[in-house]
């Protein structure tokens, strides 16, 4: 046994001196001897834990993330949808979000709001900031059982509603779908569930209606999966959010969410949802060479404000649509 800041560390030995770390407030890590990585125990902690940073990888390139995925036998997951910047690095490996380094990414599920999801999110820490920076995670099932029991009902009953305004503020909508060619754009919404409406000064409008709650499609766990809060308008700096409105108009933000039957999510919910997410969170400082394995669909996460160079890659893969995810059109 071990000791951390955060009070005893437990140590398993596994064999082959590969060493499981457990310790309260703290993610899982597996200490590997090399650079071979053991993808059937990786897969096996990951279900039960749904969140495992491996460390003694050494990796040290966009590739190293490729060939760990492919260790673990992930199918890459194209970008698409994106809210921010990444640079590609090919085989489904990309660099991290473009978000300021002195703001934090509030806990999320990666692309919750796509009608196929990543089932798993792999992150490889090629260069670790000098301070922050961890990528934090959260478990959906306690998220869910700790909310409010009347917010998770309507939530539950009605799902949730994302608008995003596709102008010359934020991420364009040639860089979000991937092409500049509306008509491939159009057919991307219609089989991908987006109503989508251009608008006359050439910008897009697209509205997607999901659960809020699904069902673990290995487990059968009811899980909180969705980006009601971290896409929600009241999220953003609140003099870049009224510069915008004064610009463009209160129903023209970059993104905002909603309630299912088109209502406004209230700064109370935003606010609960945030405390219980913080209450949740766990988190590993990273190191060089580091490589976070999480359960997409169990496990959200989140990027602390940082100090120093920090050089995340990232892959989502295992693609999922789960049952009841997608909900229909407004009327």
Known sequence: MTATCDGPAVSENLGDGVELVLAEGRTPVLRVPGPDLPGETVRALLGRHGALLVRGLGLTAPAD????????????????EGFTGRTDFGDGVYGASEWPADEPMCMHHERSYGDEVPGIALFGCLTAPRSGGAT????????????????????????????RNY????????ASFGTDDAGQVEA????????????????LRTVQHRAAVVRHPATGERLW??????????????AVREYLVSLYGPNALPFTT???????????????????????????????????????LRTAHSREAYEGDREIVALFGDPVRLAGHVLPAAG
């Open 65 to 80: 993330l490729g060939r760990a995925a492919a260790a673990l036998g992930v199918t890459p997951m194209t970008e698409r």
């Open 136 to 163: 934090a995670v959260a478990d959906a099932r306690t998220v869910l059982a700790a909310l409010p029991a009347d917010l998770v009902a309507r939530f539950e009953r009605d799902g949730w509603r994302l608008a």
């Open 225 to 238: 999966f969705n980006q009601i809060a971290f896409l929600n308008e009241l999220t953003m700096d609140p």
């Open 188 to 203: 991307y919404c219609r089989a991908h569930a987006l109503e989508h409406t251009w608008l006359p000064d050439g910008s």
């Open 167 to 174: 102008r010359d503020i934020g991420v364009s909508w040639t």
């Open 258 to 296: 909603f309630h299912g039957d088109g209502e406004p999510v209230p700064a109370q919910v935003v606010e609960v949802i945030n405390e219980v997410y913080t209450a949740a969170t766990v988190r590993e400082p990273w190191q060089a060479g580091d490589l976070l394995v999480v359960d997409n």
